[in-house]
């Protein structure tokens, strides 16, 4: 199988649509989307409708459930709340189910999904280092879980003994190993990237591939301009950050 597994595109449809064509091309088998479809851009219908379409293995970021009032957006910082605020005004009643009915963890044979960590889903933690990768790694009954959430591609590793850290362009599913995968973002890359991101899971090639999509960053700019968002969330689009 081949799994495109993809993140937070954050209502940004330019960098959605150019990973999609990418994706499209790739031979991929099935969706897996680790959360945050909406906020922060200015084409949430738009994306909900594409990310519907696709039927994938699916689940809910902070932001989705932010905007449908299933988690406390106060501890969100101002750009990000503005965003959650517009998102709100400016979706259907069938985006707003959509999104409600999104769980915070899936699981397949090959692989676990949550949006931040396995330990606690709802509280929607950033994975920052080796402790925090191992209190999921201490749950996971797969070998393999891809988290979104910080919009940093990086993989931890468990060799059994210690924890490491890696960003690999692609790197090999070892038997003697544990993987934590993070996808980094479609539509807010924070690595100094600006272009998308997503990775590819191969479990008959045993392999797990990053992947970068240069998308029409100007347009996405003004979009988010013209709507009245804060201009930081169009600024940060083109240094990644």
């Not at 045993?206 to 998308?215: A, D, L, N, P």
Request: charged share 25%; glycine share 8%; proline share 3%.
């Amino acid at each position: 199988m081949r799994y495109a597994v993809f993140s937070d595109v954050h209502s940004n449809l330019e960098a959605f649509e150019a990973v999609l064509n990418v994706i499209n091309k790739s031979h991929i088998d099935r969706y897996v989307f680790l959360g945050d479809i909406v906020g922060y851009g200015a084409d949430p219908c738009e994306c909900i409708n594409n990310l519907r379409k696709m039927s994938p293995l699916m689940i809910a970021g902070n932001h989705d459930w932010g905007v449908v009032g299933m988690t406390n957006i106060d501890y969100f910082n101002n750009y990000a709340r503005a965003g959650i605020v517009w998102t709100k005004d400016n979706i259907l009643e069938a985006d707003r189910l959509f999104l409600s009915g999104l769980k915070l963890v899936e699981e397949t044979g090959y692989f676990c999904i949550v949006h931040g960590t396995l330990s606690h889903p709802e509280e929607f933690d950033y994975m920052t280092d080796a402790n925090m990768a191992a209190k999921t790694f201490y749950l996971m009954e797969q070998r393999v879980c891809f988290v979104g959430h910080s919009h940093r591609p990086g993989i931890f590793i468990d060799d059994g003994e210690k924890v490491a850290y890696c960003v690999p362009e692609k790197i090999e599913i070892r038997q003697d190993r544990r993987y934590i995968v993070n996808d980094g973002s479609v539509g807010q890359p924070r690595d100094g990237d600006s272009r998308a991101c997503f990775c590819i899971y191969d479990t008959l090639s045993s392999t797990i591939e990053f992947k970068r999509v240069e998308y029409d960053i100007a347009r996405a700019k003004k979009k988010i301009l013209d709507a009245g968002l804060p201009r930081i969330l169009a600024d940060r689009l083109t240094v990644g950050r």
